[in-house]
């Protein structure tokens, strides 16, 4: 009676201030998943029900005896799991003040590790180590819900050892474990799902981003795990979690890429397939989520974000690392995408229990047509292009526009990367310190855009009239308005004018591959007043000037393009360190070791065009000639 009264102060509250109103209308803005009445219905009997069944874990026995890239993964669990076997249990801490996430983390890949040996081996002495890290676990003071992605991936882990050794655990152990689930997890997400949260602790529920995915995710397979034995709670958190899933999915819509940039699309999509996998094979439907719009297509994202030696073109927060992950292997059989499976086959080092479970030898065998060498992604307006994909040494160039309100990004609209060669000649910095001080804090005047790593000029991109105001307009979103592809030719072309509608009437970058191995940038910007224009390309490479400082050669090892400025007349090129402005905020900046950047600086101008032509060391490809024209004739 008393949680009545409760629910029907805070609906009174949110009635009389509008919120609720604004809620709904929020809402209806996303997929509405048809539920059964009854949604455990058809919840599979007995134990391991998530991700895969004893007659999977049976039947992957038997393809380990007779497959050599298996075999080669399982060692590398079963050396992962013995060494597991030796390490002392987590402990409770939160060394930045925020973040149990380290020890979640390790929670999780013991347990899937040593779940998984459990069931492949029947070796009681893996779900023995497994006790003894659940049960410190179990007796930590909670899961840090002031952070909840702890809460939900430590509840993921407890949920998957829960599930994979049910049939070691005596009772005692049973209720320990699943006493942690439900308090520490499952009501932590009640409380946030009633409004009775405090605000910090429940804003997770309808946010469009990473931390929906994985919050959601791992409250979801506690709740799968547990489905039998407390069905009311566990059907109470599945129908929350269905219905606000889809907040964050419909972000890979239209196209299948995700504004947060390629790394963080790993952690997204590693959740939101636990959480869809978990459901297929518990209850037997995902209830439609796998059908989002967008959806089905991430399954090439990470192919194309990827350059040809494996780096990732890594905007907004994420490092340059390949995107991918064991996911992929399931929505490469989820989608029948033989070529996802073949590239991820391909990244594929040690393997894990989910590569083992998910990959696929006839799909990677398949063969599959190769997909256009350029891509351009919708809404998260970036465009990717290449001269190949079978050549290690060929020219990739990343370029977007996009949101610079989306999380974890960057004032980066008009940034591009580029490789040759097998190097990252034009490079991005990446994210900076997490824990530096108003890191996250963003808005129109946020400190996040005092950080240099997070400003234009720590991009490749303009600066117009720099100073201690943030460089683009933070909530800017600009799209690309032509794309085109034919062969080893593309180019994208982006209105970047919101981004600096403050400064200038109209600003608009176009970035062509030409014949597969030439990049013209070409950017016309109006001011309508004397302004201050900057263009900036970092580099790691050691940087030679030439030709009345209009022509820079760029050496990493014994690789070299060139750049060259086309026009106008009066440009040169200057070399500069990697570092704010003299104009710029003052803040604890990253030192960039290692890291230049070319630089074009041009005083007084309110109307320009700046074409620049990056190319091998001998000669233009004819191509090229077609993209020194004005962008309207693109």
């Known amino acids: 009676m008393a949680k009545k009264h409760l629910l029907t102060s805070i609906v009174s509250v949110f009635l009389l201030s509008g919120i609720l109103q604004v809620l709904i209308a929020q809402e209806s803005r996303f997929p509405q998943m048809t539920l059964p009445e009854k949604l455990l219905a058809s919840l599979k009997s007995g134990h391991p029900r998530l991700h895969a069944t004893k007659a999977d874990f049976e039947a992957l026995k038997g393809r380990i005896t007779t497959d ?18 030796g390490e002392e249990p987590s402990i409770y801490i939160i060394p930045d003040g925020l973040r149990l996430l380290s020890t979640s983390r390790r929670v999780v890949n013991r347990m899937f590790t040593l779940g998984f040996l459990y069931q492949m081996e029947g070796d009681k002495k893996y779900a023995e180590r497994a006790w003894k890290e659940l049960e410190a676990v179990s007796k930590f003071p909670d899961w840090n819900p002031k952070h909840f992605l702890d809460v939900g991936e430590m509840t993921n882990a407890f949920g998957i050892a829960y599930d994979w050794m049910y049939d070691y655990w005596n009772t005692d152990q049973k209720n320990i474990i699943k006493s942690a689930i439900i308090e520490k997890g ?19 529920i309808r946010s469009e981003h990473n931390w929906n995915q994985v919050c959601h995710g791992g409250i979801g397979i506690g709740a799968l795990a547990i489905a039998d034995e407390d069905p009311k709670l566990a059907e109470y958190i599945l129908r929350n979690v269905i219905k606000y899933l889809p907040y964050a999915m419909v972000h890979f819509g239209p196209d299948g890429a995700w504004n947060e940039g390629p790394g963080y699309w790993g952690y997204a999509t590693q959740y939101n397939i636990y959480i869809l996998s978990g459901l297929e094979t518990a209850l037997g439907t995902d209830f439609g989520l796998s059908n989002i719009e967008g959806f089905s297509k991430t399954v090439l994202f990470p192919m194309y974000l990827t350059g040809p030696f494996n780096r990732s073109f890594n905007y907004a927060d994420g490092g340059d690392g390949p995107t991918g992950g064991s996911q992929l292997y399931w929505l490469a059989a989820k989608y029948n995408a033989p070529l996802a499976a073949k590239y991820q086959l391909q990244l594929t080092r040690s393997g ?5 479970l998910w990959y696929s030898k006839e799909l990677a065998d398949r063969q599959a047509q190769l997909p256009p060498l350029a891509a351009y992604y919708r809404a998260s307006e970036v465009a990717t292009m290449r001269g190949a994909w079978d050549d290690r040494n060929t020219w990739f160039v990343g370029f977007k526009a996009g949101d610079n309100n989306a999380n974890h990004s960057n004032l980066d609209l008009g940034s591009f990367v580029l ?40 991009h490749n991109t303009l600066v117009i009239n720099p100073g201690t105001k943030a460089d683009q307009d933070p909530l800017a979103f600009a799209g690309i308005k032509k794309f085109n592809s034919k062969g080893n030719t593309a180019f994208a072309v982006a209105d970047l004018t919101p981004a600096y509608a403050a400064e200038a009437k109209s600003v608009q970058r176009g970035i062509a591959l030409a014949g597969g191995n030439t990049v013209v940038i070409r950017d016309e ?55 704010p402005l003299a104009t710029s905020p003052k803040a604890e900046n990253n030192k960039n070791e290692g890291i230049r950047k070319l630089a074009i600086s041009l005083a007084g101008i309110a109307n320009t065009n700046i074409v620049v032509v990056v190319r091998p060391v001998k000669g233009r490809a004819s191509a090229a000639a077609a993209f020194l024209k004005p962008l309207s004739s693109w």
């Open 186 to 204: 499952l009501c932590r997400a009640m409380m946030a799902y009633e409004g009775v949260a405090v605000q910090n602790h429940s804003w997770w």
């Open 352 to 356: 894990s229990p989910l590569d083992l």
């Open 68 to 85: 050599e890239t298996l075999k080669k993964w399982y060692d590398a669990v079963k050396t992962s799991g013995d060494r597991i076997l």
């Open 525 to 579: 910007v109006t001011t309508g007043k004397p302004s201050q224009l900057y263009w900036f390309l970092h580099t790691r490479a050691e940087l030679k000037l030439a030709g009345n400082a209009k022509r820079a050669t760029l050496t990493i090892d014994s690789a070299q393009v060139v750049a060259e400025i086309v026009s106008p007349a009066n440009a040169k090129f200057t070399i500069m360190n990697a570092e």
């Open 419 to 458: 490789d040759a060669y097998g190097k990252r000649f034009i490079m991005d910095l990446g994210a900076d310190n997490y824990n530096a001080p108003g890191y996250f804090s963003t808005g129109a005047n946020g400190p996040r855009w005092n950080y240099y790593r997070m400003r234009a000029e720590g």
